[in-house]
C-alpha cells in the first residue's frame, strides 16, 4: 500500500469493537484498524498524533512480544503501524458512517493522527489457488474457560457457576440482550467432543457477540442484535451446503439441516483440537482443574451422556494455549485489587517508575523503559517480570507488578478471538506448514477442508481498569445471587432456538471414529 496512492473506494466497512474501527481493502487480503474516540471529543482529538502511534505500537508489541510466546507463534497475526494520509481517513471516515450499527456511534473515528494497524484479513484468507467456493472463517470469542480456586474468593457462587454464564444474566437484567445465551465455556474448554459439539451449537443459537462466521470476507451469520445484515439459520444452511455434500449415507445432496450442521460443527471441533498446522500427534493432557471444578453449574449439558474421551485438550491447541495463558489469573480479582493498591501507592509516591515517552529528533516515539513498565514498552523485560513472579508474596512492590501484568495477560486472553478459516480444495496432499488438512473425516471421498487456525484481538489491558473490573465483578455476582440464576420475568425463553430439547439432549450420534 503506497500512501499517496490511497483511495477510500477500494475500502469498505468491515467491523468495529469498543476502541476501535476496521475496513477492508476490496481486492487484497488486508484490513486496517483504526483508533475511535468519544464522540464529544470529535472535534478535540484527546491524544496527540505520537500518542496515537504510540498506542498503536503498544499493541503490536505486546501481540509479537508478549502474547505470541504465551499463545504460540503460530497462532499469531501482530500486523504493523502504518502512517495514512489525513484526507484520506477523513474521506473513507464519511464512506463508513452510514455503515455503522447505530449502537456504536457513541465514538468517532480517529481522522486527526492518520495511524492505523496494518493486518492480514483472517475472513478472507490466501491459502492456496481460489476454488469455485470461497472461504469459510468462523469467529469464536471463547471467553474464560476456568472456575476460580483462589482463597481470595469471597462468594462461593463463582467457585460453580462461571463468570460467562453469570454475566449473560446480569446482561439480561440490564437490557444488554433480550435473552441469555446457552454457551458455556467450560464445556468448549474441556476437549471432550460432545460438550465441546453442545457448546457450539449454542453458540450457533445465539451468538450475540460470540459467534461470526464469514464467507469469501462477507459476515453471513451473527446476532441479529450486533448486525442488520446477519442471516437466519435457513439462510445459513444454504451457505453450508455445498461444504459438506460428501459423507456417508448420503443421496446426492439431499442432506438433512441436522446433517449440515453436524458435519459442520464436526470439522469445526478437530480445527479447535488440531495443532494448528503443526503434526498432530502431539500429547492429550488430562484436565489438571480437577473433575469438581471442569463443569459449571449453569451448563445444561447432562454429564450423564458423557460415553467416552478425555476431560483434556491437546497439549498444543489453541484452545489449550489460551486456557493456559487465562490461568495466570492465579488470585481473581479479588486477591489482584489489593496487589494493584500496593502498585499504584508506589506510583504515586515514584511515578516515573511507571513508564514515560520521549520523542526523538525525528518525531518518532521512543519509549524509556521504566522499572515497572506499566504502560510498557512490552518487550522481552515485560515478559520475564511475569515469567519469573514468585510463588509467594514477600509484600515487595516487585512482587504486586509481576500478579499484576500476569492479570493483564490473562484478561487479554479472556478476551481474545480464535478464527478458523475452511477452505475447500480437491488436491490429496497436504498443505504448505501451517495449512493442515482436514480430511472429511464423514467420507474418503472429497472435498477436503484445509484450515487455518488464528488468535485476534490481543490488546493489552489498561492498568487502571483494574478497579472497574473489580466493580464489575461485584455487580454480576450480586446479580445473580439475587435472582438465584433465574431471568427477569418477561425474558424471551432461551429454548425458542433452533434445537428441539430432544436434539440438546443427544449427542450420541454426532460423533464418529476417527
Known sequence: MEPDKMDENEWKYHGEGNKSLVVSHVQLSRVLRLLKYPAEDSENPPQTVEQAFRQIQNIVDFSSNVMSSLLGEKFIHSGEVVKLPLEFVRQLSIKVQHQRPAWRCDKVMDIYSGCALCLPNLTSPVLHQPTHTPPLCIEIKPKCGFLPSSKHVSKDIKTKVCRFCMHQHYKVANGKWKRPSL?????????????????????????????????????????????????????????????????????????????????????????????????????????????????????????????????????????????????????????????????????????????????????????????????????????????????EDDGSVEYAVAKVHQYRVAMTAKDCSIMVALVPSSEEEEDDEGQRRIRDFLSSRPPALSYSVSILDLDPKPFDSIPSQLRLDQKIVSCYLRTGGALPKGSPSPHSGIFTAAEREDCTLLFHPM
Open 183 to 391: 454457551y458455556c465455556p467450560l464445556d468448549l474448554f474441556s476437549g471432550n467432543r460432545q460438550r465441546m459439539h453442545f457448546a457450539i451449537r449454542h453458540l450457533i443459537e445465539e451468538p450475540q457477540n460470540n459467534f461470526k462466521i464469514f464467507k469469501g470476507g462477507q459476515c453471513i451469520y451473527s446476532s441479529k442484535e450486533v448486525s442488520d445484515d446477519s442471516m437466519d439459520l435457513n439462510s445459513l444452511l444454504h451457505h453450508l451446503r455445498p461444504y459438506f455434500l460428501y459423507g456417508n449415507n448420503r443421496i446426492n445432496s439431499h442432506m438433512t439441516s441436522k446433517a449440515v450442521l453436524n458435519d459442520f460443527i464436526q470439522v469445526l471441533v478437530n480445527a479447535l483440537l488440531s495443532a494448528g498446522g503443526a503434526d498432530d500427534g502431539g500429547e492429550v493432557l488430562t484436565d489438571t482443574r480437577g473433575e469438581g471444578r471442569s463443569f459449571c453449574e449453569a451448563s445444561l449439558f447432562n454429564k450423564e451422556r458423557i460415553h467416552n474421551g478425555p476431560q483434556g485438550l491437546p497439549g498444543d491447541s489453541v484452545l489449550f494455549r489460551i486456557l493456559q495463558t487465562q490461568m495466570l489469573d492465579t488470585l481473581d480479582i479479588e486477591g489482584l485489587y489489593p496487589l494493584y493498591r500496593r502498585v499504584e501507592q508506589h506510583l504515586q509516591d515514584f511515578p516515573k517508575e511507571r513508564g514515560t515517552t520521549v520523542w526523538s529528533p525525528a518525531s518518532l516515539p521512543v519509549c524509556v523503559r521504566a522499572r515497572l513498565q506499566m504502560e510498557g514498552p512490552y518487550d522481552e523485560a515485560f515478559l520475564e517480570k511475569l515469567q519469573k513472579c514468585p510463588t
